[in-house]
């Protein structure tokens, strides 16, 4: 099956900084999709994004399908951002990466 | 429609009963999945159907596991002879074509 790697494991933000996460792939995919999990367990969909960039407020995604990487970004990051981020490509099925791990201090 | 529901949130029971979990996808959605995710992992791909057509298994789904999804409506997931190792979140999802929508998730414990 695809691989998928996500970096870096873990993160430690101050509220207010930027940061980039990474997410590579082993082969050629339909879709992408970037989920943040909160403490409940429930992941929430924060891209669709199978090429190309997209942004939704502070977030913003960029996927470069032909070189099989996605990041995310996060700007002016807030506590609320904290919380497990989670790559996943999709062959007709989602296959997930092992996640970042952000947390926000105040 | 208030997107895919989960039943029970959580589960207790002990190590040989069996345990039945149901999912509610989103109605128009003809693809559902049904993931096992431990702690500090990602999920892990258990089953697939479209509409109500089983259509791939992965080989963590032990002979113990079975799902099915009558009519191409909702699904369950039955667990038989739990064990200890089975404790985990359960999450089902669904999709259409352009990607997918979770569930909360049912949180198993095997005691």
């Known amino acids: 099956g695809i691989q998928v790697e996500q970096s870096p494991p873990d993160l430690i933000l101050q509220e207010g900084a930027n940061s980039t996460l990474r997410c590579n792939f082993s082969?050629?995919?339909?879709?992408l999709q970037w989920f943040h999990q909160n403490p409940w367990g429930q992941l929430i969909n924060l891209f669709y994004?199978?090429?190309g960039t997209k942004q939704n407020g502070r977030l913003s995604a960029t996927t470069v399908a032909t070189e099989r990487y996605s990041l995310l970004y996060i700007s002016s990051s807030q506590t609320t951002d904290s919380g497990v981020y989670f790559c996943?490509?999709?062959?007709?099925?989602?296959?997930f990466g092992a996640g970042t791990t952000v947390t926000v201090r105040a | 429609d208030t997107g895919v529901s989960q039943d029970p949130r959580h589960k207790i029971t002990k190590r040989g009963q069996n345990v039945t979990f149901r999912c509610d996808p989103i109605?128009?959605?003809?693809?559902l999945y049904w993931y096992r995710q431990t702690l500090g992992q990602g999920p892990e791909f258990l089953t697939y159907?479209?509409?109500?057509?089983?259509?791939?298994k992965s080989r963590l789904l032990s002979d113990r596991f079975s799902a099915e999804r009558p009519k191409g409506s909702f699904s369950t997931l039955e667990i038989q002879r739990t064990e200890q190792g089975d404790s985990a979140m359960y999450l089902c999802?669904?999709?259409?074509?352009?990607?997918?929508?979770f569930g909360s998730g049912t949180r198993l414990t095997v005691v």
């Open positions: 999802a669904s999709s259409l074509v352009d990607g997918y929508t």
């Open positions: 082969d050629s995919v339909n879709n």
């Open positions: 994004i199978p090429s």
């Open positions: 996943a490509v999709d062959d007709y099925k989602l296959s």
């Open positions: 109605s128009e959605h003809n693809r």
């Open positions: 159907f479209q509409n109500e057509a089983q259509l791939e």
